[in-house]
């Protein structure tokens, strides 16, 4: 079964980088985009970018340019995305996605709070 | 701010229906991209409801139902159910930008 399994809680100060991990089973890895999806306290759903796992191949939401980086190790299946500059309007759940024809999310990782304090 | 707007929030008496919007413009929702429906319940990843404007992954009951005219869609849910109090979102993709996935604000769902 799919299975996207995120890594544990961060907490971070201001100025610092977080890297957020997704390790992917149960599907070929590399047949699919993988999108980072976050969601603030009491918030909405924000997207942040995608990442092509066979080809590396990335692009990244407006807001985020030059402060997210997303990466993959094809041996192990596992993506990551790394946020820096983090500011306390960067606390979330970070959520990766996998994504389907016709730009749905089927599966979703469980989360992965990232706390950024002063 | 979104692009794609939702009202924040709706609600119903048990067994009755509801409807939650939402509304894109022509580069989303009215360019003929898919609109998806999730499901999140307090504290867990959004779940795939509704994908491709109306259809029902394996599971979901068909209690829950989709639809496109235009720039807008819709989420219906007859049969309300306690179980369905959640927070529901739409999604699609939008041209207007570099490769922009689209998320609705985020309907409250609350069952009274």
């Known amino acids: 079964q799919v299975q996207l399994v995120q890594s544990g809680a961060e907490t971070k100060k201001s100025g610092a980088s977080v890297k957020v991990s997704c390790k992917a089973s149960?599907?070929?890895?590399?047949?699919?985009?993988l999108h980072w999806v976050r969601q603030a306290p009491g918030q909405g759903l924000e997207w942040m970018g995608w990442?092509?796992?066979?080809?590396?191949?990335?692009n990244y939401a407006q807001i985020f340019q030059g402060r997210v980086s997303m990466t993959r190790d094809t041996s192990i299946t596992t993506a990551y995305m790394e946020l820096t500059s983090l500011t306390s309007d960067d606390t979330a759940v970070y959520y990766c996605?996998?994504?389907?024809?016709?730009?749905?999310?089927?599966?979703w990782g469980q989360g992965t709070l990232v706390t950024v304090s002063s | 701010q979104s692009v794609l707007t939702q009202p924040p929030s709706v609600s119903g008496a048990p067994g009755q229906r509801v409807t939650i919007s939402c509304t894109g413009s022509?580069?989303?929702?009215?360019?003929?991209?898919?609109v998806h429906w999730y499901q999140q319940l307090p504290g867990t990843a959004p779940k795939l409801l509704i994908f491709?404007?109306?259809n029902r992954p394996s599971g979901v009951p068909d209690r829950f139902s989709g639809s496109k005219s235009g720039t807008s869609a819709s989420l219906a849910i007859t049969g309300l159910q306690a179980e369905d109090e959640a927070d529901y979102y739409c999604?699609?993709?939008?041209?207007?930008?570099?490769?922009?996935?689209?998320f609705g604000g985020g309907t409250k769902l609350t069952v009274l």
């Open positions: 996605a996998r994504i389907r024809s016709g730009w749905r999310f089927d599966f």
């Open positions: 149960g599907y070929i890895f590399t047949g699919y985009y």
């Open positions: 990442i092509n796992l066979s080809s590396g191949d990335t």
């Open positions: 022509s580069s989303n929702i009215g360019a003929g991209y898919d």
């Open positions: 491709g404007d109306y």
């Open positions: 999604q699609s993709y939008d041209n207007s930008l570099s490769g922009s996935v689209l």
